[in-house]
């Protein structure tokens, strides 16, 4: 791990303290910054031939997914994996919290075993932070309610960095459903902390007016951003929740938001096109683009593994001395 | 029967007008305008203000049916400490206090068990259900003091506007907790810059002032008298302001929690913070403190909800609404009203808990008039302290103030001429 540690000791001087991830909004710049460094240097362990190294042998890690999720659990995993960490899955229906057990005791009952790191998944905004106050054990978000997603933020940036080269000074836009998507309001956090401009496109009822009050633009035309954005980020649309207060049907989101292959011959040539995904093709944007040249949709998967390998290392061995 | 006389206090009663430094007679548990008997007890007043029993109108003592959280006796004990002589409860009780024999069964373990006056409220609708109108007529004659859902609030407009109207018959209050539930959804706090950072449900301003409006034009059709319970929003003063300016029947209440924070609070995601309705922002605290100071709003009350300590620590959105009250709310409001906004006079304030609710109740209470009940409360509104939650005389632990300093507070609580409750060196009792 040569070229890991020297990206690490470039924040030597300042040791990294957190226990917990719980929000990008509570970072530091440059605690932001250090976690993207290592990131980067742990990326070069997934092009091995053994992907693995020993940083959390030894070490028990829980992903306690209270909400369902595929993506973000497997990407924890593997993580976790290589870093040699020994893994556990509980999900809602394996768990106590079934038979009325609080999140509280279930978390306990977690720390009794020894668990050095909780990867928490849950539906209501708070929770990690809630298990973070009360247990010994690193507390990872990995996604709470509408909240933060900020390992999702964390791999966006990472991958704006990557292609980019910079984030400070790009124009980034954000589309669709903003008031409930946990990786709109960590994305705002991120980028803004990184100095770029975050313009926020989507329909008055999913993108109220009250995001101006935290530093971003609101825009109602995805049109009026085309030409300007450096990077476009479009938001999963929950069909699955029938949203139909918010916008009155699926066709009507298309014409005005939708990223079509007209809109997309307007964006400037090396514009990101981004995604947290599951897509849904022909929806938030053309199926070709999502397949296209400038899709970075892919490259936010495999990011999202450095990513998180950068945070279970750094959390789990907070305040400790670096070997 | 008690005699007591309290000398040299400053007498402060709003019904009367009075405000002198005198000696306060009390002879066979009355107010009295001659001395006791000689040999009758004596206390000093002095430096202290003697104000007629304070009275909590909006409070949550959980009995019958979740008495873990609280009883009679424990509600009242804190009642006591908190300088209070009268209380009166709200009807989500388990089961709701929706009939004749749920309001007896209140008073009947009242008068066993409370060391102070409780009086209750019946429910408008069976089973707060908000769908058919309760046995009010009935629960009058066991001795209800005002119908309401708090709680949950009747959406129904026809259904509040015949029950409104049925009141009036018996010359009996409406209390009403404004919400509506189409607005507001699932929200757990203020909807606005914070909870557009922390992405919990926000409930609007506007899910409390479309029913404050609507009480405002069903006092104005039906000459019921209305009161919106702890009011939250700015736009709720204004709309009470032209209504009563107009001379409508309706009136506000104000709870300490909603001055005394806001919504930033709820960035800690401690439940502690979640209350019904929400905290909300400076200048809806800046609106209800005006509110206040211009008459506005004229009752001041805890809407003390005491719950359990496993219930409240979870997760924000799934912990229950409310905080306990009744040991800090007057020295929130000294602290607040009185001595940091000056907003209302010591005798203004005592009238808001006092003549204010007692005149829309219609309860024979709130006043030294010689011959009333001789509830008395001893204030000392400059005593600098520090509320400890662990030391409350509630069965509850439920608030955000524990460790605060204050300004002022009841010392000793007397009803019928007995003292219930005195300020100790331990800061609770003696």
């Not at chain 1, 514009?271 to 897509?279: N, Q, R, T």
């Not at chain 2, 008395?376 to 509104?381: E, Y």
């Amino acid at each position: 791990m040569k070229s890991s540690s020297s990206a690490l000791e470039k924040n030597q001087t300042r040791n990294w303290t957190r226990k917990d991830l719980i929000s990008i909004r509570e970072l530091e710049i440059w605690e932001l910054e250090h976690i993207l460094d290592s990131a980067a240097a742990f990326k070069t362990v997934g092009s091995r031939d053994i992907k693995k190294v020993p940083a959390l042998r030894g070490k028990t890690l829980v992903n306690f997914f209270v909400e369902p999720s595929t993506r973000t659990r497997t990407s924890f995993e593997l993580a976790a994996f290589r870093l040699s960490a020994d893994v556990v899955n509980i999900s809602a229906s394996t768990s106590s919290l079934r038979k009325g057990e609080t999140l509280k005791d279930t978390a306990l009952n977690l720390q009794a075993l020894h668990t050095d790191i909780i990867v928490l998944r849950h539906s209501s905004a708070g929770a990690p932070k809630f298990l973070s106050e009360r247990l010994e054990s690193s507390v990872i978000n990995a996604g709470d309610g509408a909240h933060e997603h900020p390992t999702q933020a964390l791999l966006d940036v990472f991958t704006i960095r990557e292609r980019m080269g910079r984030v400070s000074g790009l124009n980034v836009a954000i589309v669709g459903d903003i008031l409930f998507s946990r990786v709109a309001r960590s994305n705002i956090w991120a980028l803004k902390k990184l100095g770029a401009h975050v313009t926020l496109v989507g329909p008055s009822t999913l993108v109220p007016r009250s995001f101006e009050s935290i530093g971003v633009n609101v825009v109602r035309r995805l049109d009026d951003v085309l030409e300007t954005a450096d990077v476009i980020n479009l938001l999963r649309i929950q069909i699955e929740r029938q949203r139909k207060e918010y916008f009155p049907s699926l066709n009507e989101y298309i014409r005005f938001f939708g990223l079509t292959k007209d809109r997309a011959e307007k964006l400037k040539p090396g514009c990101l096109i981004m995604h947290p995904g599951p897509i849904n093709r022909g929806v938030e944007l053309d199926s070709d683009l999502a397949d296209g040249a400038r899709s970075v949709i892919l490259d936010q998967v495999t990011n999202g593994l450095a990513v998180r390998m950068a945070v279970l290392y750094l959390c789990s061995t907070a305040g400790r001395k670096i070997r | 029967m008690s005699n007591l006389t309290i000398q040299g206090g400053k007498i402060i009663d709003p019904a009367t007008g009075r405000n002198e430094v005198a000696d306060l007679y009390v002879v066979d548990g009355k107010i009295s305008s001659a001395p006791p008997p000689e040999g009758a007890a004596a206390i000093s007043g002095e430096g202290l203000v003697v104000a007629p029993g304070l009275i909590d109108m909006h409070v949550h003592f959980r009995e019958p049916g979740q008495t873990h959280k609280e009883t009679i006796a424990t509600g009242s004990q804190a009642a006591a400490a908190g300088g209070f002589t009268s209380v009166v409860c709200m009807p989500n009780t388990s089961p709701p206090t929706d009939d004749p024999s749920g309001v007896a069964w209140i008073l009947d373990r009242a008068r066993q068990t409370a060391s102070i006056n409780v009086f209750t409220t019946g429910a408008i609708t069976r089973s707060l259900a908000g769908e058919e109108m309760a046995p009010i007529g009935s629960m009058v004659q066991s001795g209800i003091v005002a119908i309401t859902d708090d709680g949950h609030c009747v959406q129904n407009h026809e259904l509040m506007r015949r029950a409104v109207e049925y009141a009036r018959m018996f010359d009996l209050a409406v209390l009403d907790h404004c919400q509506d539930y189409y607005l507001v959804g699932n929200g757990v706090m203020h909807e606005g810059h914070w909870s557009t950072i922390l992405g919990l449900p926000g409930w609007p301003r506007a899910g409390e002032e479309l029913m404050v409006m609507r009480n405002i034009l069903l006092a104005e059709l039906c000459g019921t008298r209305i009161h919106c319970q702890h009011l939250s929003s700015a736009g709720s003063v204004r709309l009470l302001r032209n209504a009563r300016g107009r001379g409508v029947a309706i009136t506000g209440e104000l709870c300490p929690h909603h001055i005394a924070l806001t919504d930033k609070t709820i960035s800690s995601f401690d439940a502690n913070y979640k209350m019904n309705p929400p905290l909300r922002a400076e200048e809806d605290i800046d609106a209800l403190i005006e509110g206040v100071a211009e008459g506005t709003i004229t009752i001041l009350a805890s809407d003390h909800a005491p719950h359990a300590v496993f219930e409240k620590e979870v997760e924000f959105d799934q912990a229950p609404f409310g905080i306990v009250g009744l040991e800090t709310e007057l020295a929130i409001f000294l602290t607040i009203l009185l001595h940091r906004e000056k907003a209302i006079s010591l005798d203004q304030l005592i009238a808001m808990y006092t003549v204010n609710p007692a005149h829309l109740l219609r309860l024979r209470k709130g006043t030294l008039r010689p011959g009333a009940d001789a509830d008395i409360t001893l204030i000392d509104p400059n005593l600098e302290w520090v509320y400890r939650k662990e030391k409350s005389l509630s069965r509850s632990r439920n608030t955000p103030f524990d460790g605060k300093e204050f300004k002022g507070r009841a010392v000793r609580t007397i009803v019928a001429g007995k003292t219930v409750w005195e300020l100790g060196a331990d800061g609770v009792r003696a």
